[in-house]
Nanobody, 126 residues
Framework: QVQLVESGGGLVQAGGSLRLSCTVS????????MGWFRQAPGKEREPVAA????????GYADSVKGRFTISKDNAKNTVYLQMNSLKPEDTAVYYC???????????????????WGQGTQVTVSS
Protein backbone atom coordinates (compact mmCIF):
# COMPACT_ATOMS: atom_id res chain seq x y z
CA GLN A 1 0.00 0.00 0.00
CA VAL A 2 1.57 3.25 -1.12
CA GLN A 3 1.51 6.20 1.27
CA LEU A 4 2.39 9.85 0.76
CA VAL A 5 3.68 12.14 3.49
CA GLU A 6 4.05 15.87 2.91
CA SER A 7 6.29 18.22 4.85
CA GLY A 8 7.73 21.71 4.62
CA GLY A 9 4.67 23.87 5.06
CA GLY A 10 4.59 26.87 7.35
CA LEU A 11 4.12 30.60 7.71
CA VAL A 12 6.03 32.94 5.39
CA GLN A 13 5.81 36.60 4.44
CA ALA A 14 4.73 37.67 0.97
CA GLY A 15 7.65 37.48 -1.42
CA GLY A 16 9.26 34.66 0.51
CA SER A 17 9.94 31.03 -0.38
CA LEU A 18 9.10 27.56 0.87
CA ARG A 19 9.96 24.08 -0.34
CA LEU A 20 7.44 21.31 0.15
CA SER A 21 8.46 17.66 0.11
CA CYS A 22 6.37 14.55 -0.47
CA THR A 23 7.88 11.17 0.37
CA VAL A 24 6.47 8.02 -1.20
CA SER A 25 6.54 4.85 0.86
CA UNK A 26 5.38 1.33 0.11
CA UNK A 27 6.24 1.48 -3.58
CA UNK A 28 8.97 3.05 -5.64
CA UNK A 29 8.09 6.50 -6.91
CA UNK A 30 9.23 5.67 -10.46
CA UNK A 31 5.88 3.89 -10.86
CA UNK A 32 3.97 7.12 -10.33
CA UNK A 33 3.26 10.41 -11.97
CA MET A 34 2.91 12.95 -9.19
CA GLY A 35 1.05 16.17 -8.60
CA TRP A 36 0.62 18.98 -6.13
CA PHE A 37 -2.81 20.41 -5.43
CA ARG A 38 -4.10 23.00 -2.98
CA GLN A 39 -7.31 23.90 -1.25
CA ALA A 40 -8.04 27.27 0.33
CA PRO A 41 -10.83 27.70 2.89
CA GLY A 42 -14.22 27.71 1.21
CA LYS A 43 -12.77 26.81 -2.18
CA GLU A 44 -12.46 23.65 -4.23
CA ARG A 45 -9.21 21.75 -4.47
CA GLU A 46 -7.23 22.96 -7.47
CA PRO A 47 -4.15 21.79 -9.38
CA VAL A 48 -0.81 23.46 -8.82
CA ALA A 49 1.83 21.40 -10.62
CA ALA A 50 2.43 17.90 -11.97
CA UNK A 51 5.36 15.79 -13.10
CA UNK A 52 5.74 12.54 -15.03
CA UNK A 53 7.26 9.28 -13.79
CA UNK A 54 10.83 10.02 -14.68
CA UNK A 55 10.71 13.69 -13.77
CA UNK A 56 11.47 14.79 -17.32
CA UNK A 57 8.18 16.55 -18.03
CA UNK A 58 6.23 19.04 -15.93
CA GLY A 59 3.11 21.20 -16.03
CA TYR A 60 1.80 24.11 -14.00
CA ALA A 61 -1.36 26.02 -13.27
CA ASP A 62 -1.28 29.50 -14.79
CA SER A 63 -1.44 31.07 -11.33
CA VAL A 64 1.95 29.63 -10.33
CA LYS A 65 3.89 29.55 -13.60
CA GLY A 66 7.27 31.19 -13.25
CA ARG A 67 7.10 31.08 -9.44
CA PHE A 68 6.78 27.40 -8.53
CA THR A 69 8.93 24.47 -9.62
CA ILE A 70 8.08 20.79 -9.25
CA SER A 71 10.85 18.19 -9.26
CA LYS A 72 11.22 14.48 -8.53
CA ASP A 73 14.08 12.46 -7.09
CA ASN A 74 13.26 8.79 -7.67
CA ALA A 75 16.38 7.68 -5.84
CA LYS A 76 14.90 9.28 -2.72
CA ASN A 77 11.26 8.46 -3.58
CA THR A 78 10.49 12.14 -3.09
CA VAL A 79 8.78 14.90 -5.05
CA TYR A 80 9.36 18.56 -4.27
CA LEU A 81 7.54 21.82 -4.82
CA GLN A 82 9.78 24.88 -4.67
CA MET A 83 7.61 27.95 -4.15
CA ASN A 84 9.12 31.39 -4.71
CA SER A 85 7.63 34.90 -4.73
CA LEU A 86 4.78 33.70 -2.56
CA LYS A 87 1.57 35.71 -2.43
CA PRO A 88 -1.19 35.81 0.19
CA GLU A 89 -3.48 34.11 -2.34
CA ASP A 90 -1.16 31.08 -2.27
CA THR A 91 -2.38 30.38 1.27
CA ALA A 92 -3.93 26.91 1.33
CA VAL A 93 -3.50 23.33 2.40
CA TYR A 94 -1.18 21.72 -0.13
CA TYR A 95 -1.68 18.07 -1.05
CA CYS A 96 0.63 15.65 -2.80
CA UNK A 97 -0.96 13.01 -5.05
CA UNK A 98 0.22 9.97 -7.00
CA UNK A 99 -1.07 8.32 -10.14
CA UNK A 100 0.22 4.85 -10.99
CA UNK A 101 0.97 4.73 -14.70
CA UNK A 102 3.12 3.12 -17.36
CA UNK A 103 3.03 6.21 -19.55
CA UNK A 104 5.56 9.03 -19.60
CA UNK A 105 2.96 11.73 -19.16
CA UNK A 106 1.72 13.97 -16.36
CA UNK A 107 -1.76 15.24 -15.59
CA UNK A 108 -3.22 18.21 -13.75
CA UNK A 109 -6.62 16.52 -13.55
CA UNK A 110 -7.46 15.89 -9.92
CA UNK A 111 -9.78 12.97 -10.70
CA UNK A 112 -6.96 10.93 -12.26
CA UNK A 113 -4.96 10.57 -9.05
CA UNK A 114 -5.18 7.37 -7.00
CA UNK A 115 -3.43 8.21 -3.75
CA TRP A 116 -3.37 11.39 -1.65
CA GLY A 117 -1.32 12.67 1.23
CA GLN A 118 -2.75 14.28 4.35
CA GLY A 119 -1.80 17.82 3.34
CA THR A 120 0.45 20.52 4.73
CA GLN A 121 -0.60 24.08 5.55
CA VAL A 122 1.04 27.01 3.77
CA THR A 123 0.19 30.48 5.06
CA VAL A 124 1.49 33.62 3.35
CA SER A 125 1.12 36.85 5.29
CA SER A 126 0.87 40.24 3.61
Amino acid sequence: QVQLVESGGGLVQAGGSLRLSCTVSGRTSIMYAMGWFRQAPGKEREPVAAINRSGSSTGYADSVKGRFTISKDNAKNTVYLQMNSLKPEDTAVYYCAAKQTVWATFTLRLSEYDVWGQGTQVTVSS
